[in-house]
């Protein structure tokens, strides 16, 4: 005779999957786009690489590896796959599964996160691989200049600045348990941001995950078939609000609202990292000098200013036809202790260091002093527009953008209708706001002209 005991656990797991709660989360965002061929969900958790334990530097890297290869590997015959993104200060899970399917994949890819024995086959694969790879990278100078990015820019005791991957003394001792141990404590569902884009809706995404939910209206495409809107406007008048699609000889009705100018708030010296300037060579023989500019900004200016701005002097250094004196040079925020940074790394021609120190240095000077005034303004605005929804038109982008500026801000912007309050006085603004410089060069100081 069957126990009691063993008919409710048949019981329940017979039962439909629907009828189970789903995981409590910080926040969810729904981002219902009919028009997507696949589905997008990340989870954005608030932890990353500086959680390593000491001594076992890598971890989270480690971990991510494991999730990724194993994740795409459960969801192969639903045709969806797993991506997963470590920063210092947080880890996102996407996963990507085609409309039918993407309930199966996410409950599988959620029961990955939530617990159960890691694969000791793919756990030791994984480190294998990434032990060769450090091996392989020992002493290359683009990690050592990294490691001397992190120490500069957050200082020598902060856990930013280990090595994110670790080194190979220290994924040697980091073993299935350890990584089960590290996903436990830093991948909590209650401090996490979901975002879910394609054909979703509240009511099937409660029955997998709960929390406080806001629904973010899909994008407003044109209509081939009409006249083009004119969006071209003066600060600070109104503009046409995109209209949703309408049948064939329904009424056309256009409102407006008044975009308001996006401004930096007051500069705050003294909440910045540090207050003076400094500048720092480190003479390598090696073929190529890296170079490090990074500035404190202000805490609380608009995402989508900030972001312009990004857009505006990434432009600048990376000119085309190319420059080649010039062989990369990226451009980002970065976080210290909650205050932002404004960033700018650069690979160049040993030869023409200086002057590309000169040149990334005045590429921000000049957005204080003279932005881009009249129709080139107006032209670097809808490029900056156009660039950010082409990105966004990727649902995994889109989902990861989503649960990143959630965790971040606490609103979403909407680019397409913020972006006309982006001025050059907002520009001017917030580059006139930056604290003193961080310079580093690293490269063979023999070579650099002066």
């Known amino acids: 005779m069957i126990r009691i005991g063993a008919l409710l656990l048949i019981a329940l797991l017979l039962a439909p999957v629907s009828d189970l709660d789903g995981q409590t989360v910080s926040h969810l965002v729904l981002h219902p786009r009919a028009e997507d061929p696949v589905v997008a969900v990340t989870a954005r958790f608030p932890r990353g690489s500086e959680s390593d334990p000491a001594g076992q530097e890598g971890a989270a890297f480690l971990l991510s590896r494991v999730l990724e290869e194993e994740g795409t590997r459960l969801l192969a015959e639903l045709s969806g796959w797993v991506e997963v993104e470590l920063g210092p200060r947080e880890f996102l899970v996407t996963m990507v599964a085609p409309p039918a399917d993407w309930t199966e994949g996410w409950r599988r890819t959620e029961a990955l996160i939530t617990g159960g024995p890691l694969p000791a086959d793919g756990v030791e694969r ?7 790879r450090l091996l392989f990278e020992e002493g290359a100078p683009g990690r050592r200049f990294d490691t001397e990015v992190a120490t500069y820019l957050l200082g020598a005791s902060h856990p930013g600045s280990r090595p994110p991957s670790g080194t190979r003394e220290s994924v040697r001792g980091i073993d299935g348990a350890a990584l089960e141990s590290l996903r436990d404590e830093i991948l909590d569902w209650s401090q996490a941001v979901v975002a879910l884009v394609g054909r979703v809706d509240e009511e099937s995404t409660q029955q997998l995950m709960q929390g406080p939910t806001t629904t973010f209206a899909p994008p407003i495409l044109p209509d081939p078939t009409r006249p083009a809107i ?60 890296w170079i490090l500019v990074g500035w404190p900004l202000p805490e609380g200016a608009p995402l989508v200013l900030e972001d312009f701005m990004v857009h505006l002097i990434r432009e600048a250094l990376n000119p085309s036809p190319p420059d080649p004196g010039i062989y990369s040079a990226q451009v ?53 527009r156009a660039t950010r929804l082409l990105e966004h038109a990727a649902p995994e982008e889109r989902a990861r953008w989503l649960a990143r500026t959630q965790a971040s801000t606490g609103t979403i912007p909407r680019i397409t209708s913020d972006v ?29 002209d002066p």
């Open 332 to 384: 980002e925020i970065r976080e210290r202790d909650d205050a932002p940074l404004l960033v700018v790394t650069a690979s160049v021609d040993p030869r023409h260091a200086y002057r590309w120190e000169e040149r990334i240095l005045q590429s921000v000077a000049g957005l204080a002093d003279t932005p881009p005034d009249g129709a080139f303004f107006e032209l670097a605005r809808r490029r900056y």
């Open 126 to 132: 994984v480190r294998t691989a990434h032990m060769d």
């Open 420 to 448: 006309w309050g982006l001025t050059r006085e907002g520009v001017a603004d917030l580059a006139s706001s930056r604290g003193e410089p961080r310079i580093l060069l690293f490269g063979p100081v023999s070579v650099m």
């Open 230 to 289: 004119d969006t071209t406007t003066a600060p600070g008048d109104t503009i046409p609000v995109e209209e949703p699609l309408l049948p064939p000889g329904a009424p056309r009705v256009v409102t407006t609202e008044r975009s308001p100018p996006l401004r930096a708030p007051a500069a705050t010296p003294d909440r910045y990292p540090w207050s003076t300037e400094g500048r720092r060579i480190l003479d390598e023989e090696v073929t190529s000098t």
